[in-house]
């Protein structure tokens, strides 16, 4: 079992930045990939970004390409994301999420190829 806990949203201007953790614990050595989605109200899960755990590509959403960057903290068994740029249409629910298997294509970016889910943090971008 893995366990992921997010915290760092809240309510920011647009043009602010904020700053998502997502710590792990558990069974964390057996992560492959870590990634963020976001939920806004009435709408599906999106993907936002993924980083491998142990290798360190990255793969974004167009939408948040140049604004937002995933990193990771290993020693910490914690993946951030960085926001910067906030725009309205930014305002959602984010989730972290955690693959345990490996994968022979890169990106995983749909929510069923993911094991393990945190329980989400509002971000709130004004206009």
């Known amino acids: 079992q893995v366990q992921l806990v997010e915290s760092g949203g809240g309510l920011v201007q647009a043009g602010g930045s904020l700053r998502l953790s997502c710590t792990t614990s558990g069974r964390a050595g057996s992560i492959y990939a870590m990634a963020w989605f976001r939920q806004a109200p009435g709408k599906g899960r999106e993907f936002v970004a993924v980083?491998?755990?142990?290798?360190?590509?990255?793969y974004y959403a167009e939408s948040v390409k140049g604004r937002f960057t995933i990193f990771r903290d290993a020693a910490k068994n914690t993946v951030y994301l960085e926001m910067n740029s906030l725009k309205s249409e930014d305002t959602a629910v984010y989730y972290c999420?955690?693959?345990?298997?490996?994968?022979?294509?890169?990106?995983?970016?749909?929510?069923?190829?993911?094991?393990?889910w945190g329980q989400g943090t509002q971000v709130t971008v004004s206009s």
């Open positions: 980083i491998g755990w142990n290798f360190g590509r990255t």
């Open positions: 999420a955690a693959r345990t298997g490996v994968l022979t294509e890169w990106p995983p970016k749909i929510p069923r190829q993911y094991d393990y």
